[in-house]
């Protein structure tokens, strides 16, 4: 990155965060889910991996730090969500068993 060590903390990252967190001040995840829940992060939908231009014009979803921390996490590594409906199924259609 072509910014600070932690662009996290410039004056630039607090305000495009607080505008998003206004926008939406509700977690998207847990709004699908049904719960709803106060958001605490914007989140960057697309990881920017060090990528100055990505952090900074990237799309941002707001979320919960529990959504933020864990559910995307989970995501991210392995390419699919864990949680699963009434019937123990489970819910995301990257799911591998969703792939039948």
Request: net charge positive; hydrophobic share 30%.
């Amino acid at each position: 990155m072509t910014a600070s060590e932690h662009p996290h903390g410039t004056g630039y990252w607090k305000r495009r965060r607080a505008l998003q967190l206004r926008a939406e001040p509700l977690c998207k995840m847990c709004l699908a889910n049904g719960l709803v829940t106060p958001a605490t992060v914007a989140d960057h939908i697309e990881q920017h991996h060090k990528d100055w231009n990505k952090f900074v014009l990237g799309k941002l979803q707001s979320l919960c730090t529990e959504c933020h921390n864990r559910t995307k996490r989970v995501i991210e590594l392995r390419g699919y969500g864990l949680e699963v409906d009434d019937e123990g199924w489970p819910t995301d259609p990257n799911h591998p068993a969703n792939r039948i």
